[in-house]
């Protein structure tokens, strides 16, 4: 074993299990005080039910042997966590490492999602639909991306730590939420005002934090690969930050706080699927690219009129689309062993524009269909009387602050 490999791997995962805290205060202040319990209630609790539905099933159907040879799923070689122990999973990372470092992943992806529904879903309805979700989406999507025998990794697709598996996604789910509940209450005819945006920027901090965890630690061993996808996702958030302020100013006439969160948070979305295969100066354009174009997604749903609550269609959604697209312009072999498209290789473009498609395609339809079955048995929507008392109170029995 190697220690340092381990080592590494292993704060790694710790640093992004602490996303998943991080994006509870992001997506806490964001909205209503009446809701801001129940908001953050749908991260926390992933940390336990998504780690139980890995363990037991997840990773084995995302890392197994490829079944059939399709590329499509893995098979029953872990289920249980059978033979996952402390053997060398590669590098001289022990295999339960590894599995702990994806196993956050898991945790915090249908967390994202939460934000398309905040303020109006049952508790109950949101577990059950986690649960599916992750069993038949994003394990599915792991295997295509990361899996042995994968058919997007086969077909070249570059994906370094999450653009398709992670925030494509968690944005077509998101996607798929906000048509399947429709409207808030009052949408469009009252204000909806976060109530806490110091909350919102801790989150954010804490996000940008963890995020060297989930890049960097992509690499999987503590050397030049590391160092390079940790200074690239610095960096593309630094210029998405500016990038997001400087639409605001030009948009509005001033930059925000919530503005300069929002736009790290799309520059770490966007520099995702990039960080190990680009450069620092390329990472600039990633990270602006992301900053201009998911500020642009977000004014997006105003003119087509659905209520994503938080924003993961514009952030996540169109932020890891822009970042697997740049991943195939930017990328060169002296990084990541591929060329893209500024370097004479027009043709990786092509393979990304393919996973785009079929991630968003795959994503959305399954997650409407498995919204229907949770609506059809259960219920996804709380009582309109239930939603203006707010989640906290109907669905929680507590408030989280005493006046």
């Not at 801001?36 to 099933?57: D, P, R």
């Not at 529904?117 to 639909?129: D, P, Q, T, Y």
């Not at 799309?266 to 600039?284: E, H, K, N, R």
């Not at 890891?320 to 062993?337: E, K, P, S």
């Amino acid at each position: 074993m190697d220690t340092g490999n381990t080592a590494f791997v292993l704060i790694c995962a710790a640093l992004v299990m602490f996303m998943t805290p991080g994006l509870a205060l992001f997506y806490g202040g964001l909205t209503r005080n009446k809701n801001v319990l129940g908001t953050i209630m749908h991260s926390f609790v992933m940390l336990g039910l998504a780690t139980l539905v890995w363990v037991t099933v997840g990773y084995t159907l995302s890392f197994g042997t490829d079944v059939g040879g399709l590329g499509i799923i893995g098979g029953f070689d872990y289920l249980f966590l059978q033979n996952v122990g402390t053997e060398d999973w590669g590098d001289g990372v022990p295999h339960l490492a590894f599995m702990i470092f994806q196993c956050m992943f898991a945790v915090i992806t249908p967390a994202l999602i939460s934000g398309a529904f905040a303020e109006r879903i049952k508790f109950g309805s949101f577990l059950v639909f986690s649960t599916l979700w992750i069993i038949f989406v994003y394990a599915p999507m792991c295997h295509w991306v990361w899996g042995p025998g994968g058919w997007m990794g086969e077909m070249g697709a570059l994906d370094f730590a999450g653009g398709a598996v992670v925030h494509m996604s968690s944005g077509a789910a998101a996607l798929a939420a906000a048509l399947m509940l429709g409207k808030r209450k009052g949408y469009g005819t009252e204000a909806f005002i976060p109530h806490n945006l110091p909350m919102t920027v801790l989150g954010a901090g804490i996000l940008w934090f963890g995020w060297f965890g989930f890049n960097a630690g992509s690499a999987l061993t503590a050397g030049g690969g590391a160092a390079n996808a940790f200074v690239t996702t610095h960096v593309a958030t630094a210029a998405a930050t500016l990038a997001w302020l400087l639409m605001e100013k030009l948009h509005s006439g001033k930059g925000t706080t919530l503005g300069a969160a929002s736009g790290a948070v799309a520059g770490l979305v966007a520099i995702t699927p990039a960080a190990g295969f680009v450069d620092p100066m390329s990472a600039i354009a990633v990270g602006a690219g992301g900053g201009i174009l998911c500020y642009g997604g977000v004014l997006l749903k105003g003119k087509l009129k659905y209520d994503d609550a938080l924003d993961v269609v514009g952030i996540h959604g169109i932020g890891g689309t822009w970042g697997a697209l740049a991943t195939g312009i930017f990328c060169t072999a002296g990084i990541g062993g591929v060329d893209g498209l500024i370097a004479g290789n027009p043709g990786q473009v092509v393979t990304q524009g393919i996973s785009i498609l079929a991630t968003w395609a795959f994503c959305f339809v399954m997650s409407i269909v498995l919204f229907k079955v949770v609506d059809v048995v259960m219920g996804l929507r709380v009582s309109e009387e239930d939603e203006i008392r707010g989640l906290d109170h109907s669905q929680h029995n507590e408030t989280g602050y005493q006046f």
